[in-house]
């Protein structure tokens, strides 16, 4: 079997492949927009069978967020196989080929939403975040005190290059946070919500979310406040809603502290593994990833396993605040797979934890160590693809 890229002429047969395979239909106004979007922004690969389409996947080349670097990010959807061909080997020939491809392109990492996490991490994918979404009736929505600042609220079609701003200063204090261009706020982000900024008494843009209430349910789809007021002033535009709504439905990271510091702060809250990373290219992403040096770790050797991508095999030393791949093995050191790896350096899980559960082996000075490397930042993610 082959792997091709599909040209544009082959569009459609694809989007046929994802309705069946999906269960949905495109309606038919639609479905020149839906084509336009492919060939914009995605790149399609898929298999034939003769001359008609058996399996594709799709594949977004875009960025993401490690603190304050931006690495290339090659995120996959749309993977489907017409059920006669399932079970033929077909997604791993196809996931095994855009591995490479991503690698020679110059992408560090790949991300997906998993329809199942244990198929992906066959493939060397891992969770790296999680979503909480809390619900709240509308006798929790008690205000907090008075903050100077105002709400504006805008639409779509007023989109503000502030709300792009406020974004980029909240993602960067996260890992996996998607890098979002203007368009595709326009195309990905807005649908049918409302934006409401929160601006400082000096008149600055300090924090935002994304809403819409219908049904008498206010449904806050991000909540993004760069301030203590920001956070505050968005919670009170909030509870002005009171009458309005029986229900409020807010997504946000886990240890998001606005839910510890509500007058009662009991509420529904349901914690789920979100989206999926894997390092595509190992040496490129420890080489240039921004370890604690200040810890001053003097050396530390891992060794690495990868069954799907073999150019990350081996073993890397990270010393004098360098990180190298050595061509010969070491008995000491760390050892892990790809997986772990990826769950690590994105923050979803440190290394002491990993370490418990089995997933890295070796000393534990050398964990302690490895520990003092990993920046505390949280991993996150708003995004869907």
Same mark, same amino acid.
């Given at each position: 079997?082959?792997?091709?890229?599909?040209?544009?002429?082959?569009?459609?047969?694809?989007?046929?492949?994802?309705?069946?395979?999906?269960?949905?239909?495109?309606?038919?106004?639609?479905?020149?927009?839906?084509?336009?979007?492919?060939?914009?922004?995605?790149?399609?690969?898929?298999?034939?069978?003769?001359?008609?389409?058996?399996?594709?996947?799709?594949?977004?080349?875009?960025?993401?967020?490690?603190?304050?670097?931006?690495?290339?990010?090659?995120?996959?959807?749309?993977?489907?196989?017409?059920?006669?061909?399932?079970?033929?080997?077909?997604?791993?020939?196809?996931?095994?080929?855009?591995?490479?491809?991503?690698?020679?392109?110059?992408?560090?990492?790949?991300?997906?939403?998993?329809?199942?996490?244990?198929?992906?991490?066959?493939?060397?994918?891992?969770?790296?975040?999680?979503?909480?979404?809390?619900?709240?009736?509308?006798?929790?929505?008690?205000?907090?005190?008075?903050?100077?600042?105002?709400?504006?609220?805008?639409?779509?079609?007023?989109?503000?290059?502030?709300?792009?701003?406020?974004?980029?200063?909240?993602?960067?204090?996260?890992?996996?946070?998607?890098?979002?261009?203007?368009?595709?706020?326009?195309?990905?982000?807005?649908?049918?919500?409302?934006?409401?900024?929160?601006?400082?008494?000096?008149?600055?843009?300090?924090?935002?979310?994304?809403?819409?209430?219908?049904?008498?349910?206010?449904?806050?789809?991000?909540?993004?406040?760069?301030?203590?007021? %920001?956070?505050?002033?968005?919670?009170?535009? !909030?509870?002005?809603?009171?009458?309005? =709504? &029986?229900? *409020? #439905?807010?997504?946000?990271?886990?240890?998001?502290?606005?839910?510890?510091?509500?007058?009662?702060?009991?509420?529904?809250?349901?914690?789920?593994?979100?989206?999926?990373?894997?390092?595509?290219?190992?040496?490129?992403?420890?080489?240039?990833?921004?370890?604690?040096?200040?810890?001053?770790?003097?050396?530390?050797?891992?060794?690495?396993?990868?069954?799907?991508?073999?150019?990350?095999?081996?073993?890397?030393?990270?010393?004098?605040?360098?990180?190298?791949?050595?061509?010969?093995?070491?008995?000491?050191?760390?050892?892990?797979?790809?997986?772990?790896?990826?769950?690590?350096?994105?923050?979803?899980?440190?290394? %002491?934890?990993?370490?418990?559960?089995?997933? !890295?082996?070796?000393?534990?000075?050398? =964990? &302690?160590? *490895? #520990?003092?490397?990993?920046?505390?930042?949280?991993?996150?993610?708003?995004?869907?693809?």
């Amino acid at each position: 079997m082959t792997v091709i890229k599909l040209t544009n002429d082959r569009y459609r047969e694809a989007l046929k492949l994802s309705e069946y395979a999906f269960q949905y239909k495109v309606p038919e106004q639609s479905i020149e927009k839906r084509l336009e979007t492919m060939e914009k922004h995605h790149e399609l690969f898929g298999i034939l069978e003769g001359e008609e389409l058996a399996a594709k996947l799709h594949m977004l080349p875009l960025e993401v967020y490690l603190g304050e670097t931006k690495w290339k990010m090659g995120g996959i959807a749309g993977v489907a196989t017409y059920p006669e061909h399932r079970r033929s080997g077909y997604v791993k020939e196809m996931i095994t080929f855009l591995l490479e491809y991503m690698r020679k392109e110059g992408f560090s990492v790949s991300m997906l939403h998993p329809f199942s996490v244990p198929f992906y991490r066959k493939y060397g994918w891992e969770l790296f975040c999680s979503r909480l979404k809390a619900s709240l009736k509308s006798e929790d929505l008690v205000m907090k005190k008075q903050v100077q600042g105002k709400i504006r609220r805008f639409q779509k079609e007023a989109h503000s290059s502030q709300i792009e701003e406020i974004y980029d200063q909240f993602a960067k204090q996260f890992s996996g946070m998607l890098v979002r261009e203007t368009s595709w706020w326009q195309a990905s982000i807005y649908d049918e919500l409302t934006a409401a900024v929160y601006y400082n008494e000096a008149g600055e843009a300090k924090g935002y979310m994304l809403y819409e209430v219908k049904k008498a349910k206010m449904t806050v789809e991000e909540f993004v406040p760069l301030t203590t007021d %920001a956070r505050i002033g968005l919670w009170n535009f !909030i509870c002005q809603h009171d009458s309005m =709504i &029986k229900e *409020l #439905e807010i997504a946000t990271y886990e240890s998001d502290p606005l839910f510890f510091s509500l007058n009662e702060p009991r509420i529904k809250a349901e914690v789920t593994p979100y989206f999926m990373v894997r390092i595509v290219d190992a040496e490129s992403l420890l080489k240039n990833y921004d370890f604690e040096w200040s810890a001053g770790v003097s050396e530390l050797v891992i060794h690495l396993k990868d069954q799907h991508a073999p150019w990350n095999n081996g073993t890397y030393k990270i010393k004098n605040k360098e990180v190298n791949k050595l061509n010969e093995s070491e008995s000491e050191g760390l050892s892990l797979d790809i997986n772990t790896l990826s769950a690590m350096l994105f923050g979803y899980k440190r290394p %002491a934890d990993l370490y418990e559960i089995g997933q !890295i082996e070796g000393g534990e000075e050398a =964990i &302690k160590g *490895l #520990e003092t490397l990993i920046p505390a930042r949280k991993a996150f993610f708003y995004d869907f693809f």
